[in-house]
């Protein structure tokens, strides 16, 4: 999967429904409101409520540094500049 996929628009997180941003390299998506990542094996999304895994406060800033096209804002919703959750 990569940034410019039109699938990824249309993804959404199995629990809170919001976005989910793609995290190269080690191909995951990553819901940074709820921090959980979830895996893409053989490029296909695992995203099962189950298949997510959460991430410790360290991780969580290594993901939110590492999303592409991630543009600055609040640390909730880093892709929407100006806004909380």
Known sequence: MNPDDPLLQILA???DKGPLHLVPPDEALYNP???RRYPIVDGIPQLLPASGEQV???EH???LKRCTGASPGTPENPGTP???S
């Open 13 to 15: 997180c199995p629990l």
């Open 61 to 63: 800033e290594d993901l």
């Open 33 to 35: 409101r709820l921090r």
């Open 56 to 58: 410790s406060d360290d």
């Open 82 to 84: 100006g806004t909380t």
